[in-house]
Nanobody, 129 residues
């Protein structure tokens, strides 16, 4: 069974930037989808953005992430990144990487966390005002 490991979290002031990475290792085949979710204090885990892996696919984002966050995949390193710019205090939370190994996201909302069977442990992002 493979694993996902996030890194790159930390503390930053409002308006700053952070880049999160998710290293995927040990999987017997490439995931169909990978995504970033977050859980803000007192809130449910929510989708930030996702990417269907393979050529010709572009990332999709939540409304709050559009224009500020960018998801990309380094296929040679099996690493999914989340570049976050213009961070605000409401972006504070634990950020999780997720993978759909079996194509369960296809035809369903990408932000439906039940479609992802593999999860990382999460990395904390704190944005101060």
């Amino acid at each position: 069974q493979g694993q996902l490991q996030e890194s790159g979290g930390g503390s930053v002031q409002a308006g700053g930037s952070l880049t999160l990475s998710c290293d995927a290792s040990g999987f017997t085949h490439s995931p169909a989808w990978m995504a970033w979710f977050r859980r803000r204090p007192g809130e449910e885990r929510e989708g930030v953005g996702a990417l269907r892996l393979g050529p010709g696919h572009s990332p999709v984002y939540s409304d709050s992430a559009k224009g500020r966050f960018t998801i990309s995949m380094e296929y040679g390193k099996n690493t999914l990144t989340l570049q976050m710019n213009m961070l605000a205090p409401e972006d504070t939370g634990i950020y999780y990487c997720a993978a759909d190994l079996y194509g369960r996201v296809r035809g369903n909302p990408w932000y439906d966390r039940s479609r992802y069977g593999q999860w990382g442990q999460g990395t904390q992002v704190t944005v101060s005002s």
